[in-house]
C-alpha cells in the first residue's frame, strides 16, 4: 500500500513539473506579484487627474464584435510604423508590420492613448522573452476596464526569430489562437523561439536596441519572472 502512494506520489510530481515547463515555455497573461518601487517622476506627471480624465474619456470601449471594423478604420488614419519603447536601461526601436493590420493599428491606438506608458516590463525570461504591458498602476487597470474585454483575431504568418514583437495570449481554452489585446512579448533568445510559430501572432520587430533587451532579460527577477526593480515604458511613435 505504502508503495501504491509513494508511485502515485511520484506521477503527480512529474505531471506538475511538464505542466509548470510547458507554461514557462508559453507567454500568457497571468498576473504576477510585484515590489513595488517609486513611480518615475516622468510617468507621474502624465497620470496626474487632470490628464487621466481625458484619456479616459476619449477611450472606445470595444468587444470582439466591434474591433475589427474600428482597428482597420484607425489604421487608414494612422498609418505609423516606427515606435521607440524608451526605458531607464537604454532605448528599443520597433517596426511595425502592415501585413498584420489590427495589431499594428491596435499597438498604435494604446500608445497614441498613452497606455504603454502606464506599464512595465513585467514578466523577464532570460534566453526567451521579456514581456510588457501590465503592471500595479493603479491607471493600468482603470484603462483597461474603460477600453473592455476583447481579443484581438490572429494574423499568424511570421516567424519567431531573434527581435520578433509579438502579442501574448491565453494559452488555455483559446483555440483560435486570439491574441491579447494588452501584453505584447521581444524574442529574446539568440535560437528564437520557434515552438510559438504556429500560435501566436508576430506584429513587428526590433531594428535597433537588441542590447537593451539583452540588459533587461539579464535582470533578477522574483518567482513570478518580474523584475525585482520595475523597468517602466515611455512608447513613442517616431515616423
Avoid at 10 to 27: A, G, P, Q, R, Y
Avoid at 143 to 158: A, D, F, V
Avoid at 181 to 199: D, R, T
Wanted: net charge negative; proline share 5%; with cysteine.
Amino acid at each position: 500500500m505504502k508503495k501504491f502512494v509513494l508511485l502515485i506520489f511520484i506521477i503527480l510530481s512529474i505531471l506538475s513539473c511538464e505542466d509548470k515547463k510547458k507554461v514557462n515555455e508559453t507567454v500568457n497573461t497571468e498576473n504576477k506579484d510585484t515590489i513595488a518601487v517609486p513611480i518615475p517622476e516622468s510617468i507621474k506627471k502624465k497620470l496626474n487627474k487632470d490628464n487621466a480624465k481625458d484619456t479616459l474619456d476619449q477611450l472606445v470601449n470595444l468587444t470582439n464584435e466591434t474591433l475589427e471594423e474600428f482597428l482597420l478604420e484607425y489604421g487608414k488614419n494612422n498609418p505609423e510604423r516606427f515606435v521607440t519603447i524608451e526605458t531607464p536601461h537604454g532605448d528599443i526601436k520597433l517596426e511595425l508590420y502592415n501585413t498584420t493590420p489590427i495589431h499594428r493599428a491596435h499597438f498604435i491606438y494604446l500608445i497614441k492613448n498613452g497606455y504603454l506608458n502606464t506599464t512595465v516590463f513585467h514578466r523577464v525570461v532570460k534566453d526567451f522573452i521579456i514581456q510588457g504591458g501590465n503592471s500595479d498602476v493603479i491607471e493600468t487597470s482603470r484603462m483597461r476596464r474603460k477600453m473592455g474585454e476583447y481579443t484581438l483575431p490572429p494574423e499568424i504568418q511570421y516567424k519567431h526569430n531573434r527581435g520578433a514583437l509579438a502579442s501574448a495570449k491565453e494559452y488555455r481554452d483559446n483555440p483560435d489562437d486570439r491574441s491579447a489585446p494588452y501584453e505584447f512579448y521581444i524574442v529574446q533568445s539568440h535560437k528564437g523561439a520557434h515552438h510559438l510559430n504556429p500560435n501566436y501572432t508576430v506584429f513587428g520587430k526590433v531594428i535597433s536596441g537588441m542590447n537593451v533587451v539583452d540588459k533587461i532579460a539579464d535582470l533578477e527577477t522574483d518567482q513570478g519572472d518580474w523584475p525585482l526593480y520595475n523597468v517602466f515604458i515611455n512608447a513613442i511613435i517616431t515616423d
